[in-house]
Nanobody, 123 residues
Framework: QVQLVESGGGLVQAGGSLKLSCAASGRTFSSYSMGWFRQAPGKEREFVTAINSNGVGTYYADSVKGRFTISRDNAKNTVYLQMNSLKPEDTAVYYC????????????????WGQGTQVTVSS
């Protein structure tokens, strides 16, 4: 079983950068694909990006492709989300999630998730 804790959220100006971390506990972390979701006020939770268990395969939502980068360090049991060229519309609570499936984009396909971290982008 995997427990996930996100960190690194905060307030950043438009055009700036922010790096989120998701620390995982559990001996089987390296066997899971990892994903990031976000939820803005009044909106449904949306898929952002995913990475496979060994970090080779990635998948990005069109809204963040070219600006965000997902990576993982299995030795540290951590997945990262590097966010560049941030826009006000990126403002949301960001969630880290773990799945036994390969690069899936639906919340229901994930087995574990974190508590979320707030990202606010100001103009």
């Amino acid at each position: 079983q995997v427990q996930l804790v996100e960190s690194g959220g905060g307030l950043v100006q438009a055009g700036g950068s922010l790096k989120l971390s998701c620390a995982a506990s559990g001996r089987t972390f390296s066997s899971y694909s990892m994903g990031w979701f976000r939820q803005a006020p009044g909106k449904e939770r949306e898929f952002v990006t995913a990475i496979n268990s060994n970090g080779v395969g990635t998948y990005y939502a069109d809204s963040v492709k070219g600006r965000f980068t997902i990576s993982r360090d299995n030795a540290k049991n951590t997945v990262y989300l590097q966010m560049n060229s941030l826009k006000p519309e990126d403002t949301a609570v960001y969630y880290c999630a773990a799945s036994r499936l390969f690069l899936v984009s639906r919340w229901s396909q994930y087995d574990y998730w974190g508590q979320g971290t707030q990202v606010t982008v100001s103009s």
